[in-house]
């Protein structure tokens, strides 16, 4: 009972994060909402596992964190130097 | 016992849950990026710290409890340094945060900052 009402919760922050991410206006805002869309469904695996009384989800849950952080700081890194082999070296000039 | 520790859950689990839909509605209502930075951190600290403290009484001692300590501990750790990396790549933009003139509040709709929508739109 108590895990429906936290994956009803968490269902309606995914749509508005899903709304801030459509609305934009920076891409800054669109990468932002894309990894708060990564905790949230983090967190809707975990309480879906509880739900089904399969607590396994947690492995894909943790996997998930970890290439939801990696993909934000590439797309991060792209945006910011246009470029993810980037040499700080080139940036002095 | 066991039924303390299921309404010490259930407060968690609950806690956790507002927390989570005060952030996203922070994500949604917030003026500028940064504002709205914090109110997504709001999701990735309160929101699913209670939660998963929620989960781990109601798991009791074992494996499970010592994989949503990993998690716990990979939002403790993932959070701020993807805040910190998007934060410094949007001033790298030249986007500077919104802030109130001479006492008063600007009014975003009105007189934007310039620069406040600047950045690579997409």
Redesign the interface.
Known sequence: M??T??A???L??????I??GI???????????A??VG??A??LL??VG?LTGR?EF??I??TY??L??IG??AV??F??HGDLAYDHEEDDA | MALAVDILSWALILLGSFFTVVGAAGLVRMPDLFTRMHAASVIDTTGVGFLVLGMMLQAGLGLVTLKLFFILVLFFFAGPVVVHALAQAALHEKIEPQLALGGQRRDASADPIPGATKGRPS
């Open positions: 108590m895990f009402v936290a009803i919760a968490i309606v922050a995914l749509a508005l994060a709304t801030r609305l934009g206006p920076t891409v800054f805002d669109r990468a932002l909402a990894n708060a905790s949230l983090i967190m975990a309480v509880f607590p947690l492995d849950g943790l964190g970890l939801n952080m934000t700081l991060l890194k945006f910011r």
